[in-house]
């Protein structure tokens, strides 16, 4: 049972921004740091976010992370029809909960 | 060029056993933490296990406690996940995933393609 709260889905038209929220508590991402993956159709997840707010190498900046308080978010700017795909935002609980993923968010291209 | 490969996965039944393999080159396995996280079908992730690089530091989620065993082999670079008492809800494809950075920070660099279990009388 995920501990960290997404939306279920997310749209946009190519171009246009979305952001995508991720709410935790306390014990997770109030005192970790938080992460967001990329999951495309049939493939292993992608690191797209670490750290809050930064980018590996090779990932495009429209992708920006942020985090305040026990809420982190991810945004798209500038929409493309390859980010059609789920989002997970994650970080580490605690010794008890372990690693937390979040409920994860479609995100649709119209 | 980093590769996590797993294998090891199949078809078993309820309450039997099956031990996963990850076979980890281009990067110094023995300096990082690995994790196996699972993902039933059509469902989300969930983080299943954690081992440190000296497995000093082993987590487990509650979900497998006392029934999956996860344990390391610095010297051939692999990883494995030991899965007993097998329910229905354990169904699912297991990633093995790269950690840079370790508990607290803990992230997911590098994860291999994922290998499916399947359970079902």
């Known amino acids: 049972q995920s501990v960290l709260t997404q939306p279920p889905s997310a749209s946009g038209t190519p171009g246009q921004r979305v952001t995508i929220s991720c709410s935790g508590g306390?014990?997770?991402?109030?005192?970790?740091?938080v992460n967001w993956f990329q999951q495309l159709p049939g493939t292993a997840p992608k690191l797209l976010i670490y750290?809050?707010?930064q980018r590996p190498s090779g990932v495009p900046d429209r992708f920006s992370g942020s985090k305040s308080g026990n809420t982190a978010s991810l945004t798209i700017s500038g929409l493309q029809a390859e980010d059609e795909a789920d989002y997970y935002c994650?970080?580490?609980?605690?010794?008890?909960?372990?690693?937390?993923f979040g409920t994860g968010t479609k995100v649709t291209v119209l | 060029e980093v590769q996590l490969v797993e294998s090891g996965g199949g078809l078993v039944q309820p309450g039997g056993s099956l031990r996963l393999s990850c076979a980890a080159s281009?990067?110094?396995?023995?300096?990082?933490?690995i994790n196996w996280v699972r993902q039933a079908p059509g469902k989300g992730l969930e983080w299943v296990s954690y081992?440190?690089?000296?497995?000093?530091?082993?987590?487990?989620a509650d979900s497998v406690k006392g029934r999956f065993t996860i344990s390391r082999d610095n010297a051939k670079n692999s990883l494995f996940l030991q899965m007993n008492s097998l329910r229905a809800e354990d169904t699912a494809v297991y990633y093995c995933?790269?950690?840079?950075f370790g508990v607290g920070a803990t992230s997911f660099d590098y994860w291999g393609q994922g290998t499916l279990v399947t359970v079902s009388s």
């Open positions: 995933a790269k950690d840079p």
């Open positions: 306390s014990s997770n991402i109030g005192s970790n740091t």
């Open positions: 750290s809050n707010d």
């Open positions: 081992i440190s690089s000296s497995s000093s530091t082993i987590y487990y």
């Open positions: 994650a970080a580490w609980g605690d010794s008890l909960s372990g690693y937390v």
């Open positions: 281009g990067f110094t396995f023995s300096s990082y933490s």
